[in-house]
């Protein structure tokens, strides 16, 4: 299926471990008004990667988090969470400089028309540093996520780096979700910069366009052709490139040539939000299922069709035979889409 096969190595304890951000999302009550009508809201587990892991562990993976939290009662919450998931948290420190917790309120004016209000000035999660990210977790596992957002400053980019290499050293697959939040930088320069040195790595990689148009901005590629974008990923370390595309699917490109086009599913959308993190966890469990490409993207849409509809990212994540039964009534015709 790739020219740089990407085999998950089954002498491995642990499948999955992911590195980066935990944070909290305090979603709206009361959706399809602005936020400035909205007056309760309810607390989840957030953050790209901490939906992914959680995502995973729900699919009936053995995952394990790499990340900092703070010393407080939100720290103490995304901890307890991830414990009663079944996610291994030794690898989860606690911030003792005074850092605070993360937070993204979210705004939901209709299906279409979300955005996120995020609070990141002084947060815990990019305190990690290269010395906390223990050698032993990523030799375990047979796949690693990192997620751009902790990139975005030292000493978190460190440890990303860090963990990078640690997964190349014991052979461990390493996807990379680009999660790009333009709030977290300063600089574009900086961002593509950084974004680019990590995706050479990278066995797997998978973004919207417009987060590779981000990358592009270093190298031609004006017309914003998805074949362009992951060609070039091809001659470092990729053997999977996906390019999302919201309701209009994703494709999926491979090293010898081959293209892969998904649609989506349909779904009675409530937010959009935590799409793109359940379409990650989905396809990322059918590849280590040993499915072929086409069917970990059908089970990655699925997975995003059940989170839209729900309230939550995390919290909403489903189980695989929610996932099975999803693809299956919508194949039966018996789930209609919302019209926008
Ligand atoms: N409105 C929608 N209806 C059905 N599926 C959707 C919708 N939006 C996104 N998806 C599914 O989720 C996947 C990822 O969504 P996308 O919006 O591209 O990522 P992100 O959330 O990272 O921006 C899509 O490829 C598609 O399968
Ligand atoms: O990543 C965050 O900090 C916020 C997420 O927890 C949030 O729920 C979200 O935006 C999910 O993003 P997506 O899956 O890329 O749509």
């Not at 079944?86 to 209709?110: M, N, P, W």
């Not at 996120?116 to 596992?141: C, P, Q, S, W």
């Not at 030292?154 to 996807?175: M, T």
């Amino acid at each position: 299926m790739t020219n740089k096969p990407i085999s998950f190595d089954a002498s491995k304890p642990l499948d999955f471990v992911a590195v980066g951000r935990l944070c909290i999302d305090l979603n709206a009550n009361e959706i399809n008004r602005p936020m400035e009508e909205t007056v309760t809201f309810t607390q989840y587990v957030g953050g790209s990667p901490a939906n992914i892991c959680i995502g995973m562990s729900r699919l009936g993976l053995k995952t394990a988090f790499i990340g900092k939290v703070a010393d407080d009662q939100m720290g103490r919450f995304i901890t307890g969470y991830l414990e009663r998931e079944g996610i291994d948290t030794s690898g989860v420190t606690v911030d003792r400089t005074g850092a605070v917790t993360g937070l993204a309120f979210t705004e939901i004016k209709s299906p279409t028309d979300c955005s996120i209000l995020m609070y990141r000035d002084n947060v815990a999660d990019l305190k990690l540093e290269a010395g906390e990210v223990r050698e032993e977790l990523i030799a375990g596992a047979k796949l690693l996520l990192i997620s751009g957002t902790a990139l975005a400053k030292s000493p978190s980019r460190e440890a990303v780096f860090q963990a990078l290499d640690y997964a190349k050293r014991h052979r461990a697959v390493i996807a990379f979700d680009l999660d790009y939040r333009p709030y977290t930088w300063t600089s574009d320069e900086e961002t593509a910069a950084y974004y680019n040195l990590a995706a050479e790595k990278c066995h797997i990689i998978i973004g919207t366009r417009e987060e590779f148009d981000m990358m592009e901005r270093l190298g031609g590629n004006p017309t914003r052709d998805d074949h362009i974008t992951a060609a070039k990923w091809f001659q470092h370390s990729a053997g999977i490139v996906i390019i999302k595309h919201g309701k209009d699917g994703s494709i999926a490109y491979t090293d010898d040539g081959a293209s892969h086009r998904a649609r989506s599913f349909p779904a009675k959308v409530v937010k959009t939000f935590g799409a793109g993190d359940s379409y990650a966890a989905g396809f990322l469990y059918g590849l280590m299922q040993g499915w072929d490409i086409p069917a970990s993207m059908e089970f990655g849409s699925a997975a995003a069709c059940i989170v839209i509809s729900s309230h939550s990212c995390s919290d909403a994540m489903p189980k695989a035979p929610q996932v099975h039964d999803y693809i299956e009534r919508c194949l039966k015709g018996e789930i209609a889409g919302t019209s926008s």
